[in-house]
């Protein structure tokens, strides 16, 4: 019987007994992609030992002593079966063979990791759940080996069985035994983005040192998304690392400070991005669906050290059925004020003529929906490339519009922005603010879209610095608009104080609100479209009209939601759903509060809840970022956290691994 096979021997039909891990590595060492060597010791070794220790019965009669809904039976059956396991002696022959194979790898310090095998389908990934152990010496090989058999057997790993229904079926282990890559850079990568779901788009996420920093959740990643077609980086954020975990001079890993010059380089060069995403897509096509990835560079060379299917995508959307007809995808959900979104969907809506007469061929390009949830914004993206195409047709045809877009900004900005520093305005002083950010939203979308054009886009156009620079500076425009607004409506009708979100720009203007059932209305639902408030329309009523598609949310039933780390940790609780800030005192003392995303105004109630979870956001925004100052456990990016939980449903947050099981429904 063969205990020990190398990558080269193993291919993707070999999950059985390599794991998924195992026959992924010895796939993509057959297809040519950059694997570090190494071999799996295959489940029929687990199996060997378990039947030469006499194991399996007693094992089998505490796993039937688990009850998934109580997590003291997981617990106290995984300390068992854990103990059994690693105080029993491997076979001398299993043990002879392991450290003739390591030695064959002449490689010095090696990773030694869990392989499922019943690891990594397209619903069921056992990322995070078994136990690896890097930098591992022949002193330490056997007895990490045993900790993988091990760790099939840890309250996770027994908990995530029951979750996907596999309790029934038999599991083993295979353990992967891999050189190490002492990287310079690390980190992960999808050859889909997670969170927009655009087949057109992979990301990259990197940083210095070894990637179980970024797994962990312990360093914020440089990210780099990266079109497939045409091939170009489309979008990057590059965070400053403080500091890098490394091999230790004893073969343990150890955190090493970076200097401030170190910390703030980018992780990869452009060039080098784009390298990788080449292996990344040669990795997609040889499997023929969307794979997440972990991969390291060493000297001058890539590494791949994982690949897995992507589990978490909703099914791709057939354009055919379309018809042809511009799709309004979701952007985002967010408790803006009407006054606000109003002057949002005017600007959009059309282009000033100072560009250029035409109208928009596809109106009305965005489409606001308010409801319980806050507000949504729909986004039609081929109205974004017809106004991409005509601003770079306008500034090709004068040298000198965007000096006049950048001139007009800055100027527009400077009266917005001193209005802020009130903590209130009067009747006619808001009156006058609202044309002025109206005034000065005409040039923050131009500058937002010359800004956001790609080099192929601009055919040779160059956008200066400068513009970059304003694009920082005036990010917040909205967010403090909107709070100005608030406080001022507040002042202005104190008697309306519970629909200061649904007055519209008109009624502030004339000083006249309309009745009391109309704002209960709009505060329960409308839709802002092509200039039109429409408190009674549905979503198939727009479409019909403009002729347009909205992009409907895609949502299973389901017990497990996954997400992107925010930050690392663990929480259980009670989950509150807030949707603005009239709902904060729906947060208690350790409850899971659950938003489409967090804005500064909620902080009371992040400062009470255990744990995050958000629908939006990457590692910088503002949950991500709270969490880690506040030291509690987030998960980010999850897209329909919030159809998913309800108040009152008990969860139990898994940010080590971007993971929300729900324990017990409301």
Known sequence: MDFIKGFEQIGKGDAATAGGKGASLGEMTNAGIPVPPGFVILSSAFEHFLDETNLNTEIDTILHSVDQHEMGTVENASAKIQALILNAKMPDDIAATVQEFYKKLDAGYVAVRSSATAEDSASAAWAGQLDSFLNTTEETLLANVQKCWASLFTPRAIFYRYEKELHKTKISVAVV?????????????????????DYNQLIIEGGFGLGEAIVSGSVTPDSYVIEKTPRRIIDKSITYQ??????AANGGNEWR???EEEGNKPALSDEQALALAEIILRIESHYGFPCDIEWAYEAGTFYITQSRPITTLAPKTDANNLANRPLYKKTFARDFTLAI?????????????????????????????????GVSAFFDEQGIQWLKNHLVAEAQKDPDFIAQVEKKLRETYAKVQNSWSSPALSHEELVEFLNNLEACWVWFEAGWWLWETTPEEREGLVIPKSLYDLRDRTQNCVIESDRLVRSSLEQIFPDAKEYIEVIS??????????????????QRHFILSNGELSPDADYEEIESEFNIEIEKPFVTETDLITGQVGYAGTARGIVRTLYSM????????????VAPMTLPDILPAMKLAAAF????????????????EMKKPCVIGTKFATQILHDGDLVEVDADN?????????
Request: charge should be positive; aromatic fraction near 6%; glycine fraction near 6%.
């Open 177 to 197: 035994v891999q050189k190490m890559v002492q990287s310079e850079v690390s980190g992960i990568a999808f050859s889909v983005h997670p969170v927009t779901e």
């Open 242 to 247: 403080s500091r890098a975990l490394w091999r």
């Open 257 to 259: 400070e970076l200097s």
């Open 341 to 373: 979104i109003e002057i949002w969907e005017r600007v959009e809506a059309m282009t000033p003529k100072s560009w250029t007469q035409e109208r928009f061929p596809f109106t009305p390009y965005i489409v606001f929906e308010r409801s319980e949830k």
């Open 505 to 522: 720009g008109a009624e502030i203007a004339s000083g006249k609100l309309p009745s009391i059932n109309v704002l209960e209305a709009r």
């Open 582 to 593: 009239k709902q904060m005192n729906k947060v208690q003392e350790r409850d899971i509060l």
């Open 613 to 628: 979870i958000t629908d939006e956001g990457g590692v910088m925004c503002h949950a991500a970022i709270v969490a880690r």
């Open 658 to 666: 971007g993971v929300v099981r729900i324990v017990k429904r409301a």
